[in-house]
């Protein structure tokens, strides 16, 4: 089993892929704290309220966690989508389901050598895009215990994807796992947006119980924009100012302990269901 686990991390590390992503991270990481350091300067010299400037920084700054989180969402998505699919279609699976492990081992294994190459990577974007906001923006202070739920949240929002691909991967195609995972993840984005205008305007339109009920059928669906939520409220809040009420990439909802403990049934529960299927799977 172990491996296993080091077979399939090489072979997440030698995919072209994966240096595409290095390179475009680095690209996204310098131009970011460029344009941050630029804009905080200016709003520092310009506006007489420094609340205000605090404010537009810090929702500059929440634009770094969500492109690094989609970013990790996309590398995920396209590194792994063949997973089990291409190993089947390679018949590179026949040479180690013949030998005495069970099928469990095999898709544990693989799904642990993906999440070991997912975590290192979405770890290093985390705190680059967190110490840049640190040195460049304006300082929130954070205990360490925000900092280290705030990074447990961005990883767990791997997780659950690469838990949804590899579900797939065992029944579908490498490119149809590819395409249905990215549809998934774009209608949980676009229910978390729906859900948290549904509470923007509950004060005055009838939408607004429509609106959160796509929000929350989505995040049972696909919680990933509901974690990453509860990740920029937890990052942008401070002694001082909630800034998670005045960004459009945090949330305005607060998520209940049953959708917190949803989130890991979730994974569990998925993994399971994918073991159990790959179980009776006919390779031949």
Partial sequence: MAAIIR???KEFVR??????????SAAFL????????EIAENLKQQSTMMTFAMQQVTVFSSLGFYFSHLMVAFLVVFATSGIISSEIEN?????IIVRPIARWKY???????ALIFITLYSTAIFFSIYTINKTFGFSIDHTISQVVLGWLLFELIAIVLLTVTIFFSTSFSTLA???LVVLLFGFAMIGG????I???IADFSKASTTLQTIGIVSSLILPTDNIYREMANILFKSNLIDFSSIDPFAGISKNSIYMRIYWFFYVFALMYLTIKRFDKKDLT
Wanted: aromatic share 24%; no cysteine.
């Fill in 107 to 113: 898709v544990l294994a693989r799904y642990l050598g």
């Fill in 91 to 95: 018949y590179n699976v026949h040479t």
């Fill in 30 to 37: 310098f131009l970011y704290s460029w344009g941050l350091k």
């Fill in 193 to 196: 947006f729906l859900e948290q």
């Fill in 177 to 179: 796992t590819g395409i």
């Fill in 7 to 9: 077979y399939s991390f």
């Fill in 198 to 200: 549904g509470y923007a």
């Fill in 15 to 24: 995919k072209k892929i994966f240096l595409i992503t290095i390179l475009m």
